[in-house]
């Protein structure tokens, strides 16, 4: 089993793995922080500095050794940092899915007694808890001001101290809280690194919550320890995924089957549409037999749908149908299902793509160091340096489920002859959700029978085709109560992952029971799954439009109470609140970005469909031409260039004052400038040192530029321009001027929108406002004077003038201004200069 | 001179604009980062009750969120900052003021124009 061990080296604690990780791959990348206009990408080194400057953070808040935060935020690189910086500290770090309910949360923090909660602002839940919350979105807007002092080399955190308390389910019953270890944590790392097969070209998107163990030491610790990178989207939406696999270069996902089911659909539907699911069935058939080289090129055009880089995927949390492992191994995706439990760090055991490491459909062999015996009745334990101490606080549970070094897992699971464990199911009566999420019935039924007229209720995971559906049976004491409204109440009350989905009421005044007075489950299980079976409840919700839904969704009525003809103020009672809510779910999940200007007294549905139809349309358009970037491209431009200036300095004369710009040296900027003339652009390229110039681009007039495809051209080829909407779509010049900025070119923007018609500087439109602190750079300001008096609109040859070019210093905007007040203070620092 | 005045007023419930509150990208199209930097409920649905009046007072299409700031003055009075692309020539001076209780904001916007 040690056959191609990489790594022999233990770490000794999270400190040792991070220091050795990061100094090991210095400058390549590690995280790709998706904004919504820029991506940012950190390398190793920067990992490290962010961390030594996140010690020193909670340094600040005067975190010791042994004290305790929750975390509970979405998934980013500084969620990343501040779980690093509190493991070097010895800050124990209590990760909480977003999802918990506010119960819940409470309950934890009374066992755990965190000195601080790091929340997101965007949590719901954060306005109910009151003590000691720091928002997250804050502790990044600080970050950068805090020193980054070097932190000794040597600490005293050794193996055995709790790193993570982790609860194992989102139960709203008493939280059994895992306790984790540095060497837990580590020696599952170490397996890893043995077991899986990543390089650093490796690229992942992270898309399960980091509360989640399978995500922290598999998508986070394992794949960067192997120098492999990680994507961050600023929000996990299937169309920021979709997005992400198919931009950034991901080849490898680690994430729990309803994500690899849902791709599958959206494949399946691409391809019904286009009348070809039937023949690409029988090609997947007929290409078994294939290596996957082969079926990959069978199965490109499939793929690049969804990405074509996309190599493997890791997959976790809960079992995955043998259908769905074939439909992606079929495409040349492999899929390696992997087994473990959070009381596990959480890796069992897990498919290999070692050829004799792997087998289909199981999860593999025991990862190295980890010992897997079966019980006499095949229930599957563990022992290892990953299994856990034990659970916080809770004895009891503890000896139920740690027995003699051995880790009871509650799972039945079965070893081929050749020794690859397969999964069969959960012993107790715990439903895996299709999200993988572990719900168990015991909770959700406690919650239940505190309403009133329920005398008692048993809740079952009940299969419907590839779903769980949580179902709660229930014997009433008054006959009269709705099911709805019990299942109102009891949501309520519950995680998101537990809701009850349906309620059924049981037939009989009292459930089937043993000697003992326990509710026979078995039976009420059986019963319920026969009868399902036969009224065979049509599942009409997947052929309705996403659109609808939404509208539904936000209208707060039924699908099916949504046509085409529906107006939006009239049949919908969609107010201005309403409208914006539709328009921030139509952006976050079809990515359309639409005002909300078009909708008045009469629009309807259909109104709203042709703005998205339209939308698309342009979209479809938007993707800048790379060839700008090639080098003979760039020689061309500077060549171009050169003619213009020899030819313009026939009638003119250009000076330049104030700041001198090769003092600059911080990446890209924007350049803003008033806009007297068709000369300003080239006398502005003109005075910016060669070094810049050729990493400059302009924005040019969507409208008027590029409106004719020769004008378009040739910007493109002198000025490496592209096109800014000056009438409203905002949000398209923002992607544009992102994506420039994005790889390393700085951008002149003429705020005014058009020249000048009378010499006076104009307005500067507002979006500029928008611009500064979105995109983050520095703005350097910068005032034309004369090009009016050469060349003015309406006139074609130049007369004789002197140009001067002023040069404002930089100016850097907080996170905190408006963006009006942001546009007058450009528009003033440029009247002055 | 004078030649009239313009009245706008609204009112909204404030649980609403909670749940707005789980949307960056709906509170994007709405508030300034300026007025986002004091995250409190009630506060977001007053400025989000004085911009309709406002865009009702002074006849704006009604996706103007960004076109208008709300600053508060040190002794709370809230006042109006409008973008240079409202034209203004005809707007003598404004005036607003906001109110909460029972869980809602009420807010109303006067303009008074001249010629």
């Not at chain 1, 959480?346 to 792997?358: Q, R, T």
């Not at chain 1, 809701?499 to 009989?508: A, F, K, L, S, T």
Request: aromatic letters at 8%.
């Amino acid at each position: 089993m040690s056959k191609g061990v990489k790594q022999t080296k233990l770490f000794r604690n999270i400190q040792d793995y991070l220091y050795s990780t990061c100094k090991k791959y210095t400058t390549r990348t590690v995280f790709i922080e998706k904004q919504k206009y820029r991506t940012k990408i950190w390398t190793f080194n920067d990992l490290w500095d962010k961390t030594t400057q996140a010690v020193n953070y909670i340094d600040e808040k005067n975190l010791s050794k042994g004290d305790k935060i929750i975390i509970s935020a979405p998934n980013s690189p500084y969620w990343a940092t501040l779980f690093f910086a509190c493991a070097i500290k010895g800050v124990i770090v209590v990760p909480l899915d977003m999802n918990s309910s506010v119960d819940f949360i409470k309950k934890a923090i009374s066992l755990i007694e965190p000195k601080f909660i790091f929340f997101s602002k965007f949590m719901p839940q954060a306005k109910e808890i009151s003590s000691d919350v720091i928002y997250i979105e804050d502790f990044k807007a600080e970050l950068p001001t805090v020193p980054d002092t070097k932190l000794a080399r040597a600490n005293d955190i050794k193996p055995d101290d709790t790193l993570l308390i982790v609860f194992s389910s989102g139960s709203t019953g008493d939280p059994k809280g895992v306790i984790l270890t540095h060497k837990n944590i580590c020696s599952n790392i170490h397996s890893l690194m043995e077991y899986m097969i990543i390089y650093p070209t490796h690229r992942s998107v992270s898309i399960v919550p980091l509360s989640h163990m399978l995500e922290l030491t598999c998508g986070l610790m394992a794949l960067i320890s192997m120098g492999a990178s990680v994507v961050y989207l600023p929000a996990v939406k299937p169309r920021a995924i979709s997005e992400a696999l198919q931009k950034d270069g991901v080849n490898i996902i680690i994430a729990v089957p309803a994500f690899l089911q849902l791709f599958r659909n959206a494949v399946m539907r691409g391809l019904e549409q286009k009348g070809l699911a039937k023949v690409f069935q029988k090609s997947l058939y007929l290409s078994k037999p294939l290596p996957k080289s082969v079926k990959r090129v069978i199965s490109r055009v499939v793929r690049s749908k969804i990405g074509k880089n996309l190599t493997e995927m890791y997959v976790g949390g809960a079992r995955i149908d043998e259908s769905l492992e074939e439909f992606w191994n079929g495409l040349g995706i492999s899929v390696y299902q992997g087994y473990g439990l959070t009381e596990a760090s959480p890796i069992v055991a897990v498919d290999s793509p070692k050829p004799k490491l792997s087998r289909a459909f199981t999860v593999g062999k025991p990862i190295p160091g980890v010992k897997v015996k079966l019980a006499d009745d095949g229930e599957i334990m563990v022992s290892g340096p990953n299994v856990s101490s034990g659970y916080y606080r809770n004895p009891k549970a503890t000896n139920e489920t740690f027995r003699k070094g051995w880790l009871m897992t509650g799972d039945i699971g079965r070893f081929d002859d050749d020794g690859f464990l397969s999964i069969i199911g959960r012993k107790k009566s715990m439903i895996i959700g299709p999200s993988g999420m572990n719900v168990y019935p015991e909770d959700i039924e406690r919650t239940i029978r505190e309403h009133n007229d329920i005398k008692e209720a048993v809740v079952l995971g009940i299969e419907k085709g590839n779903d769980v559906v949580i179902t709660a049976v229930i014997t009433l004491s008054d006959k009269k109560t709705k099911p709805g409204d019990i299942i109102l109440n009891t949501n309520e009350h519950l995680a998101s992952h537990q809701r009850v989905q349906e309620v059924i009421i049981w037939p009989d005044d009292d459930f089937p029971r043993t000697p003992t007075r326990k509710i026979i489950r078995g039976d009420v299980h059986k019963h319920i799954s026969a009868n399902k079976s036969s009224s065979g409840k049509a599942n009409d919700t997947r052929n309705g439009k996403q659109l609808y839904k939404i509208i539904a969704q936000v209208a707060n009525k039924p699908v099916s109470k949504i046509t085409s003809r529906s107006t939006f103020v009239n049949d919908l009672g969609m107010d201005s609140v309403k409208r914006l809510e539709l328009m921030a779910k139509i952006e976050d999940e079809l990515g359309v970005v639409l005002s909300d200007s078009f909708v008045n007294q009469n629009s309807c549905v259909a109104d709203l469909e042709k703005q998205i139809k339209l939308f698309k349309g342009m979209a479809k358009k938007k993707g800048q031409p790379n060839w700008p970037d090639y080098k003979t491209a760039v020689y061309f431009r500077l060549l171009l260039q050169y003619v213009l200036f020899i030819l313009s300095r026939s009638f003119q004369k250009v000076e330049v004052e104030g700041y001198d710009i090769k003092q600059f040296d911080g990446g890209p900027v924007i350049f803003i400038a008033n806009h007297q003339s068709h000369l300003d652009a080239p006398d502005i390229i003109k005075v910016l040192p060669r070094k810049v110039r050729t990493k400059t681009s302009v924005a040019a007039a969507k409208d008027y530029i590029f409106g004719n495809r020769a004008t378009g051209l040739l910007a493109r080829m002198t000025f490496n321009a592209f096109p800014i909407d000056r009438h409203g779509n905002i949000d398209e010049s923002l992607t544009n001027i992102g994506k420039f900025l994005d790889k390393g070119n700085s951008v002149l923007i003429f705020p005014e929108g058009r020249r000048t018609r009378t010499g006076e500087m104009q307005e500067f439109k507002h979006a500029i406002g928008v611009v500064a602190p979105e995109m983050g750079v520095p703005i350097i300001p910068i005032k034309i004077s004369g090009n009016y008096d050469i060349l003015p609109r309406k006139q074609h040859l130049p007369k004789r003038g002197k140009t001067t070019i002023t040069i404002g210093e930089p100016i850097i905007f907080d996170d905190d201004s408006s963006y009006i007040s942001i546009t007058d203070k450009l528009e003033e620092t440029i009247r002055k200069l | 001179m004078i030649t009239g005045v313009n009245v706008g007023c609204d009112v909204v419930k404030i649980s609403r604009i909670e749940k707005m509150m789980q949307s960056e990208t709906a509170l994007k199209k709405v508030f300034h980062p300026s007025e986002l930097s004091r995250f409190d409920t009630e506060h977001l649905a007053g400025i989000f009750a004085v911009k309709e009046a406002a865009f009702k007072a002074l006849g704006l299409a009604s996706d103007s969120w960004l076109l208008i700031e709300v600053k508060y003055q040190s002794f709370g009075k809230p006042e109006l900052i409008l973008a240079k692309e409202i034209k203004t020539a005809k707007i003598h001076s404004m005036d607003c003021s906001i109110s909460h209780d029972g869980g809602l904001a009420f807010a109303v916007v006067t303009v008074l124009n001249e010629k």
